[in-house]
């Protein structure tokens, strides 16, 4: 039940004071900078440990500074900063107190015993290291790494709370400068020792803000009569509706108000998510979070006037007022109504739709930007009329990007209530067709607001569906999304596991007990010239393979450019995927229609991966009957293989599982076994492609084969087969851009076991077939790649 307050200080309750609320908030803003704090803390260490010699060196010029400063004037000044260290936490506790602030002095305390406790641990993990600790002036021991209680005071002091105090600031800074100078002075502390305090100390309480979170108390119903009063409001009745949001009944009849509380809960609310998608996304709103609190509200009044003078119904502004240095309040007419979800479905009217684009012209002709037109943003009047409300994420003087992005919004949420053809067909009548499908491109889940995708999730097809009826007036419009997002998560991954795989492969090539660098310039020049010649075969027999799959025809060499091209793009993709996309997108040039396109690379990708399989099995059969195989007998094999299918026959059983696994068949059953029918009537064209897929593998096996025995070795050539098919088959999986990183090391280990050969030869060998295969390639593929794209063929 909300509570109610009244301006006489009783609640509808009963009689008697109300007592303010007090919530408890975690600002991210105290995240951020604790693990900023937590990093160059971090960084600190590690200049402590691996820079000596500019640490004694800095070590060396302060103890010279303090050579010449005399004794009893620094003994003095150690005292009197002492006892100004202690004095100033003290008298601002006392303060704090004396203003009724006791949960941020319990606050600060609790930081002040966590950079306590920290400032020890410290101490015991590097209370030896020579650049952070030295002997101690009383010649009794070692000073401490982290000097002396300034840690605990600045932990106390900032959790306690010195916003808006500027002479406790003034103050604590003077403290601290006092101790750490004369610390330097006296010989307590080291340069690194006292920036190690302050890190931790500044770290710990921020960390502790966050942690249990900024108290914050919500404004007494004195505190809102006076606020509004000076606004011009004359308050009767203040009702809360939500954690920032109030019911203000006026006097005199006036209409009632629907006043919004900025401070740092709202501030607060969501930054994390908006700040991913700042990242992330070309078109995302600046996070309230990162405005001070008076640019924040300057922006949402900017935003009520401008859209009151375009005409556009919306939350009229009433007043606003500062209630204080980290809180203010907006104070809009009260608007009764329903949001779209609420309504009925006869209530959804043509009228109504008609009007719903009307308000969002009215705004684009000012150029104003909602950025939000989600479902519950479209409120309906008691008397049928549309208002747009939510305009505190909006945008004054917005490019035509953003309000493409509104069209696309509110496309969206009335298509998720009317459907696709009556919300396409009432914006076109208001629009125009030219200005719908402008914003087809930007019908993407990630480019509309949070409530129209929850929605979206039981109704994925609706996008598709609200670009096929707008395209059937104007067939010719550009529908193909286009990119928004800056960074993809993907991206990420692939970016971090790129640095770990490369960190693996530089230290394994520099800590390995052969070095495989004098391995390789040591290499047989007549084995090297093979593996080239080899490693070249490799893209004629690709070429061959791909297309021997395509039943149109297709020129032999702008196809041995795309197989060219695909050894660029697998340097910016993971694994396959970069060459499948690529060879996809030249069929599409090629006028082969996307389906098709998309059924004979997904074929030759089939035969391909069988293919592999009967090879390694084939070759892993050779190996076993070779002298000193230590492969399993057959009946070990069959074994393992009637295991498999009981498991397999098992998980059929699951209707979950059978279900999952008809929906990944399903494109195989639909597209890929007709294409094969259709080659089946092509066999010379067939046989190509069969054949193809088997050179590649082949030349892929000779040219690592040439690779050891250009480093002196004479493994079987089963060896190294069944090492390159099992190998590559697991490392192409790695999300590493052409599996670097994870390749080496499969390959590496699988010769090693194999083939017998030590892991530095080995690995040597494997680094020729990768430079070979994957990295010298990379220039003419980035030719043959901008090739195919000045002809268009790409």
């Given at each position: 039940m909300a509570t109610v307050i009244r301006n006489d200080n009783q609640t509808e309750a009963g009689e008697g004071t109300a007592v303010p609320e007090v919530q408890r908030v975690r600002y991210p803003?105290?995240?951020i900078r604790c693990m900023f704090g937590l990093t160059a803390a971090g960084l600190t260490l590690l200049i402590a440990m691996g820079a000596h010699g500019t640490a004694d060196g800095l070590e060396a010029d302060v103890a010279e500074g303090a050579e010449h400063v005399p004794w009893p004037p620094g003994q003095i000044a150690g005292v009197a900063s002492a006892v100004v260290l202690l004095l100033v936490p003290l008298a601002f506790a006392v303060d704090r107190l004396a203003r009724r602030a006791a949960l941020r002095v319990a606050d600060g305390v609790f930081a002040a015993v966590l950079a306590y406790g920290l400032s020890l641990g410290l101490d015991a993990a590097f209370g030896n290291l020579a650049t952070l600790t030295h002997q101690s002036p009383d010649g009794l021991g070692r000073t401490d790494a982290v000097y002396g209680h300034l840690a605990p005071v600045l932990a106390f002091m900032t959790a306690a709370g010195l916003t808006g105090l500027r002479r406790w600031r003034t103050a604590l800074t003077a403290a601290l400068a006092m101790a750490g100078l004369s610390g330097l002075i006296i010989g307590w502390a080291t340069p690194l020792s006292l920036v190690l305090a302050l890190l931790v100390g500044w770290a710990t309480a921020h960390g502790t803000v966050y942690a249990i979170g900024t108290p914050i108390v919500r404004p007494s119903a004195e505190q809102l009569r006076q606020t509004l009063g000076q606004a011009g409001v004359r308050p009767h009745l203040t009702r809360r509706t939500g954690p920032c949001r109030y019911l203000v009944t006026q006097h005199d009849g006036r209409p009632d108000l629907d006043v919004h509380l900025l401070d740092r809960h709202a501030q607060a609310t969501g930054l994390f998510h908006r700040l991913w998608l700042l990242l992330r996304l070309r078109t995302a709103p600046r996070p309230r979070g990162l405005r001070s609190l008076r640019s924040g509200l300057e922006h949402e009044v900017l935003l009520a006037y401008a859209?009151?003078?375009?005409?556009?119904?919306?939350?009229?502004?009433?007043?606003?007022?500062?209630?204080?240095?980290?809180?203010?309040?907006?104070?809009?007419?009260?608007?009764?109504?329903?949001?779209?979800?609420?309504?009925?479905?006869?209530?959804l009217t043509d009228e109504l739709l008609t009007d719903a684009w009307q308000q969002l012209d009215l705004l684009h002709r000012r150029c104003i930007a909602h950025r939000a037109l989600a479902p519950d943003n479209v409120l309906i009047g008691p008397d049928g009329t549309v208002h747009l409300v939510g305009l505190a994420d909006g945008e004054i003087a917005a490019g035509e990007l953003l309000l493409r992005l509104d069209v696309a919004g509110l496309l969206t949420a009335l298509a998720l209530r009317v459907g696709a053809g009556r919300a396409v067909a009432a914006g076109t009548a208001v629009l125009g067709?030219?200005?719908?499908?402008?914003?087809?491109?930007?019908?993407?889940?990630?480019?509309?607001?949070?409530?129209?995708?929850?929605?979206l999730k039981d109704r994925p097809e609706l996008l598709a569906a609200i670009r096929e009826e707008a395209l059937r007036g104007r067939p010719q419009a550009p529908a193909e999304p286009v990119r928004l997002e800056r960074l993809r998560p993907r991206t990420l991954l692939t970016v971090f596991a790129g640095v770990f795989a490369g960190y693996l492969l530089l230290q394994f090539l520099f800590s390995s007990q052969t070095n495989p660098i004098s391995a390789i310039a040591e290499a047989d020049p007549g084995w090297l010239a093979l593996a080239a010649l080899a490693a070249v075969a490799s893209h004629f027999a690709a070429t061959l393979g791909f297309i021997g799959f395509v039943p149109e025809r297709v020129g032999f060499r702008r196809s041995l450019a795309a197989q060219v091209a695909g050894s660029f793009v697998k340097l910016v993709s993971p694994g396959g995927v970069g060459g499948v996309a690529l060879n996809t997108r030249f069929l599409q040039c090629s006028g082969i229609p996307t389906a098709q396109a998309l059924s004979s690379v997904g074929a030759s990708q089939l035969i391909g991966l069988v293919l592999h399989l009967l090879q390694l099995a084939a070759f892993t059969a050779l190996l076993g009957h070779g002298a000193g195989s230590e492969l399993p007998d057959a009946p070990v094999f069959v074994a393992v293989l009637a295991v498999a299918a009981v498991l397999v026959v098992l998980a059929l059983a699951?209707?979950?599982?059978?279900?999952r696994l008809a929906g990944l068949l399903r494109p195989l059953r639909?597209?890929?076994?007709?294409?094969?029918?259709?080659?089946?009537?092509?066999?010379?064209?067939?046989?190509?492609?069969l054949a193809g897929q088997l050179l590649v593998s082949m030349a892929f096996v000779a040219c690592l084969y040439c690779c050891t025995r250009a480093v002196g070795q004479q493994p079987s050539f089963a060896a190294?087969?069944?090492?390159?098919?099992?190998?590559?088959a697991a490392g192409s999986a790695a999300p590493t851009?052409?599996?670097?990183?994870?390749?080496?090391?499969?390959?590496?280990?699988?010769?090693?076991?194999?083939?017998?050969?030590?892991?530095?030869?080995?690995?040597?060998?494997?680094?020729?077939?990768?430079?070979?295969?994957?990295?010298?390639?990379?220039?003419?593929?980035w030719a043959g790649f901008a090739w195919l794209q000045r002809r268009g063929a790409l």
């Open positions: 803003g105290s995240l859209a009151a003078a375009a005409g556009a119904r919306t939350r009229r502004l009433a007043a606003t007022a500062e209630l204080d240095a980290d809180r203010a309040v907006v104070a809009y007419e009260y608007l009764p109504g329903r949001t779209l979800p609420e309504l009925d479905d006869a209530e067709g030219a200005a719908v499908c402008a914003a087809l491109p930007l019908l993407q889940p990630i480019a509309l607001p949070r409530g129209t995708r929850s929605a699951v209707p979950w599982v059978r279900g639909a597209e890929v076994l007709p294409r094969l029918l259709d080659l089946l009537q092509r066999p010379g064209r067939l046989a190509a492609g190294v087969a069944v090492t390159f098919l099992a190998g590559n851009p052409g599996g670097s990183g994870v390749v080496e090391g499969l390959l590496t280990e699988a010769l090693a076991s194999t083939a017998s050969i030590d892991r530095g030869t080995a690995f040597a060998a494997v680094i020729l077939f990768r430079l070979l295969t994957f990295v010298l390639p990379i220039l003419p593929g």
